[in-house]
């Protein structure tokens, strides 16, 4: 390799020749303690510390001073809160603090696996309409149909086909949320697949699967992030609605949802059955929508510095 | 191999008669969006039968204003769009159909340098890990320690500091990511390099650097460049040859000295005068044209410049000029010979 030879080089002497390319990388780290990143992202702080409570909270239930949250005591039905029993006590004697508490596990359970079945479902069938022409106009087809169904429609419809549980709960949500990550997924690569750096890796030989999975999946993952956790709060709020009307969790397994719906008919009675649940809902859906929000600000592209 | 940075591999001998690239009447018609109940379907008329030749080490530049259809050639060349028609001989091999299987060990042979040094680079990659990606490919290095020497004369090559090899895109300058998209190219040893408006995102000074760098490579090298542009003040210092575009047609290619000194078609003559000359005091006429491009969708009859010619005719209309010789290795697509002093 010739080192340098500007002055052999046809450029015009009236052209300013800048100077070879100095070796030189300035010093600066940017410091961020953990003190930096909430002052920078105060959502995605607040978001979290309620989102950790919450799984504190689910994970430790029965170090909190509960009882059994299906122990029945009739005689002491309908409590207002007090010192003995912190939420009151439902129709049928139960304690409300115990079975909000056991029920933020439902909750936080099909938050979190909803949004992980429905992102990796869409994820899938998201690529590959993005990446095989023929499949896409099949694969959104179908999307589309399932996305003519509001959610909460046909989580109720494919409810009323099985028994109630946790599990098929978080079947019928994942199904009604996958269409939306599909979309998300096929958008992203479209947009990615006629970036020059894709053009460049087939230029220079990368198979279609590798370029998939090093040049597509990596830059997909943090609009999918973003929306992993909307899902998570609006699954949260669908498998409530479904409990509430009696399509989702059994009775006997404690949710917020199915606490409210028990609530429901005394709660001008004893306000405090239905009150203490949907605080808890409230609190836990407006978190993990604020770590959604500082996540989406912090993983903007435009933004994006050391990702 | 240490001893000859990246050209470490054995170049096939040339191929007695065969330019390294030859484009042959080569189209490509992109469709619009179909109509609704399939009525209707239009084409842009993106290359319509463009015909040309490079040779080993030499540099041909393609110029035309945005949206003639130079991009469109470069990345026809190098099967990033399937052309529609035509031919493509990569050292006399025809390429434009084989299956991506047949053409992936071809591409190792020629490689580009794109114009947006930002989207070029895959943001989440280090520089480490864009550059082995195409060594690998190829399987261009055996082991680790072979595959970091031949990284690390890349960078040498490119003139980009060592540490840089851990570092990703955004961290580095339009001039340095610049320099890494060319590393890149080199790095599976090419002999040809599409360079698609390589320099028109930089400023002037990191331009002259790369173009500089571009050079240096070239003539170490012998590397056959394809370079599309539409800044003709750079194409005057690195081009061999110069072929012009409008509309999807060369309407003139000559070399270099000879386009600047006798310009042919009255569209490369509006061309050469919008280039600005540094110089306040310089005589200058500029031929300013009317109008715009025409839309490749509806390509006007006959001469495609005549909407805008200053010299059009009846017979411009009409009649569709072919290349003609008008000079030793100068073909210009004009029925007529305009006098220069007109």
Known sequence: MTASSSQELAIAPEVAVAPELPEIWPPVRRRRGFLGFVLKHPTIAIGGLLILVMALIAVFAPYLGTVDPTALAPARRLRPPSRDYWFGTDMLGRDVYSRVIYGSRVSLIVGIAVSAVACALGMMIGLLSGFIRWLDAILMRVMDGVMSIPSILLAIALMALTRGSVRNVIIAISIAEVPRVARLVRGVVLSLREQPFVEAAVAAGTRRFMILWRHIVPNTLAPLTVQATYISASAMITEAILSFIGAGTPPIIPSWGNIMAEGRALWEVTPSIVFFPAIFLSLTVLAVNLLGDGLRDALDPRLMRRI | ?342
């Open chain 2, 1 to 342: 191999m240490s001893e000859t940075p990246l050209a470490s591999l054995p170049k096939p001998a040339p191929t007695e008669g065969h330019p390294l690239l030859e484009v042959r009447k080569l189209r490509k018609f992109f469709p619009t969006r179909a109509h609704t109940f399939g009525l209707r379907r239009q084409w842009v008329r993106a290359v319509d039968e463009v015909s040309f030749a490079l040779e080993r080490g030499k540099t041909l530049a393609l110029v035309g204003e945005s949206g003639c259809g130079k991009s469109t050639v470069g990345r026809s060349i190098l099967r990033l769009v399937e052309p529609t028609g035509g031919e493509i001989l990569l050292d006399g091999a025809h390429i434009e159909a084989l299956s991506e299987r047949r053409l992936r060990p071809l591409r190792r042979r020629m490689q580009v340098v794109f114009q947006d040094p930002f989207s070029s680079l895959n943001p989440r990659l280090t520089v480490y890990e864009i550059l082995a990606e195409p060594i690998r490919n190829f399987g261009l290095a055996q082991g680790r320690e072979a595959e970091r020497a031949r990284i690390a004369r890349l960078l040498e090559a490119v003139r980009l500091p060592r540490d840089a090899l851990s570092r990703r895109p955004h961290e580095f300058s339009g001039g340095q990511r610049q320099r890494i998209g060319i590393a890149r190219a080199l790095a599976p040893d090419p002999e040809l390099l599409v360079c698609d408006e390589a320099v028109a995102a930089l400023d002037v000074s990191v331009k002259a650097q790369i173009l500089n760098l571009l050079a240096d490579l070239q003539e170490s090298l012998g590397l056959a460049v394809l370079f599309i542009s539409h800044d003709l003040a750079v194409v005057e210092h690195l081009a061999h040859r110069i072929a012009v575009m409008y509309l999807g047609r060369i309407v003139e290619e000559a070399p270099n000295e000879a386009l600047f000194a006798a310009p042919h078609h009255p569209y490369t003559r509006a061309l050469l005068s919008a280039v600005p000359v540094p110089d306040p005091f310089a005589p200058r006429r500029r031929i300013v044209l009317k109008g715009d491009v025409p839309s490749p969708l509806h390509p006007p009859p006959g001469c495609h410049f005549h909407t805008r010619c200053p010299y059009a005719v009846a017979r411009c209309r009409e009649e569709v000029p072919k290349l003609r010789s008008v000079g030793p290795g100068h073909v210009s697509a004009c029925h007529f010979d305009i006098p220069l002093a007109s």
